[in-house]
């Protein structure tokens, strides 16, 4: 049945949540004043659904982080950004301050390893989120996935599942280090 939903969405012109992981997929974008609000998003963004291979399921958890308690400091895991990496024109500022948190990531990992707490970062590349929205025309929103090798602009969804990674006991052995949800984008660390 949802099969056939989607055949008949795209036959009359629309596109269906699952398209929006599909290599090449036009965002249609959209502007904003800032800051930005998600709930003007449209489409809206995709936080709790990932690609599967029939369509999209619900992310599961699988209680990685079941017992666990945490302070929110606004550095639960840094959030950096691809732009600290390629230093793109357009974003001097943005890039300068998220190379920063890449520094800082590092730096406070060194100082607090050997207490027994772990720094990390997630260095996303572009997401659809009210600050693509608000900072960025039409033109310059239609030319974003053409950065990526994945063809598109990920979801926030995509994005999540690194920060669980990074909170969870299966990221155990590693601090200083930052992840890169990005597309296939590369980076040098």
């Known amino acids: 049945m949802e099969k056939a939903k989607e055949q008949v969405n795209r036959t009359v ?3 269906s949540d699952n398209d929006q992981f599909t290599s090449g997929y036009q965002h249609p ?19 709790s659904h990932l690609p599967a291979d029939e369509g999209l399921s619900m ?3 699988t209680g990685k982080l079941g017992g666990k308690r945490a302070v929110i400091t606004g550095g ?15 974003h001097i500022d943005y890039a300068a301050t998220k190379g920063a948190v890449v520094a800082l990531t590092r730096a406070l990992s060194n100082h607090l ?7 990390n970062a997630v260095a996303p590349g572009p997401v659809w989120t009210p600050l693509i929205a ?24 995509e ?19 930052t992840l890169h949800p990005n597309g296939g984008m590369m980076v040098n660390g």
Not at 39 to 45: G, Q, S, T, V
């Open 13 to 15: 012109g629309g596109q």
């Open 29 to 47: 974008g959209q502007e904003q004043s800032k800051p930005g609000l998600e709930r003007d998003l449209e489409p809206k963004p995709i936080k």
């Open 59 to 61: 992310y599961k958890p």
């Open 76 to 90: 639960v895991i840094n959030n950096a950004s691809v732009d600290a990496y390629i230093g793109p024109p357009t």
């Open 113 to 119: 390893v050997s207490k027994g707490m772990r720094v």
């Open 134 to 157: 608000s900072s960025m025309g039409k033109e310059s929103q239609a030319s974003l996935k053409e950065w990526t090798p994945m063809g598109r602009i990920g979801q926030p969804s």
């Open 159 to 177: 994005v999540a599942t690194c920060f669980v990674f990074l909170a969870s006991h299966e990221s155990s052995f590693m601090s200083g280090q």
